[in-house]
């Protein structure tokens, strides 16, 4: 059977981004440098429950943990297996099939699969020459349901807040702001949910957390949004083990201090380094930096996995013409990356 079988709305979907690995530095996928989370670490070694039995059908107690946490309630949380399996379930509950959906150009790469995943369309709405919302733009579709990530990937910077606050005000459809890199960042719309019953806040333990091996995130939103949401997502759908593994993690709050403080430390530098090199970067809020490359983003991408360092080429999209986006590392990292770089350069 060709392509003609599949189901038409998913027919020219591509398999994800999945590098042939001989043990390079991972600088492309902005997980937390400092390695696995201590906290879930710790409970891993000692994890000896009966897994013959199923999880807790909706991760209750991570919920409880994350309520604690937040100062929310446990009704106003939705857990599931990364925050992609919360966008999988946003337009799960909120699209019908042909619906357009909005999200930023440039934004994540997954949102349109999920939009297409579920029948619908994915309308694309320019930011400005800043990387910030057109609020106009964004609104004019009329969409039921709007998507943003803030710090935005892979440009890096949040977006205004006053800006996300207009379209939550300005519309009736769902709006979700993906905060996968809101601990990096300052402030959150994660207290704003029992204000605006439209609001969506996504968020990960994939990132600051260091646990993305585990497949964790949730979703926060009012009591009534977030109930709708749990009876469309997949009951079970995280592991008793990632489940204690997050909930140990998140009570560990010293560990994502403790990495802000290094990222917070260490993007100067690296930002520095890359413009010394003949770099254009852009302003970051999160872990990572995107930068115009002085030389083809392909050959720099391929020149430092040659070299043992894998970075994301996004150089042949629009709006990032020629940029690659790196994570931040640590100050050894940093100064092995730029080492690399110069090497590059000075081999063209
Ligand atoms: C903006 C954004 N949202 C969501 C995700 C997915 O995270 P998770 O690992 O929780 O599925 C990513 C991962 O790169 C991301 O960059």
Request: charged share 25%; with cysteine.
């Amino acid at each position: 059977m060709d392509r003609s079988g599949m189901r038409s709305t998913v027919r020219d979907l591509q398999m994800y981004y999945n590098p042939e690995l001989h043990g390079e530095v991972r600088l492309d996928t902005n997980t937390n440098v400092l390695g696995s989370n201590p906290a879930a670490a710790e409970f891993l070694r000692n994890f000896r429950g009966d897994v013959n039995g199923y999880p807790n059908t909706y991760s209750d107690g991570l919920r409880d943990a994350l309520a604690e946490l937040y100062g929310l309630e446990r009704g106003n949380f939705v857990v599931g297996s990364g925050s992609d399996e919360m966008l999988d379930v946003s337009f799960k509950t909120f699209t019908e099939w042909g619906d357009g959906s909005v999200s930023p150009v440039p934004s994540y790469t997954l949102y349109e699969y999920f939009m297409k995943l579920n029948g619908g369309r994915c309308v694309g709405v320019d930011l400005d020459g800043e990387f910030q919302l057109d609020t106009d733009a964004m609104l004019a579709p009329g969409a039921k349901v709007m998507i943003m990530p803030s710090p935005n990937n892979p440009t890096g910077n949040c977006f205004r807040r006053k800006d996300i606050e207009e379209i939550l005000s300005r519309t009736d459809g769902m709006v979700i702001v993906d905060e996968a890199y809101g601990e990096y960042a300052e402030g959150t719309m994660v207290d704003r949910v029992e204000e605006f019953d439209n609001l969506i806040v996504l968020r990960t333990f994939s990132k600051a957390y260091a646990m993305a091996g585990l497949r964790v995130g949730y979703a926060v939103a009012s009591k009534r949004t977030a109930e709708m949401m749990n009876c469309v997502k997949i009951p079970y759908s995280v592991n008793m083990v990632s489940e204690g593994a997050a909930i140990a993690a998140v009570k560990d709050q010293e560990f994502i201090r403790r990495s802000k403080a290094m990222v917070d430390g260490q993007r100067p530098y690296l930002d520095a380094g890359l413009r010394r090199l003949g770099f254009e970067t852009f302003p970051s809020d999160s872990n990572f930096i995107l930068a115009r490359s002085p030389i083809d983003h392909a050959e720099l991408v391929a020149g430092l996995k040659a070299k043992g360092i894998l970075i994301r080429d996004f150089g042949a999209k629009r709006r990032t013409e020629n940029c690659v986006r790196t994570t931040v590392g640590t100050r050894e990292l940093n100064d092995l990356l730029l080492s690399k770089i110069e090497e590059v350069l000075s081999g063209c």
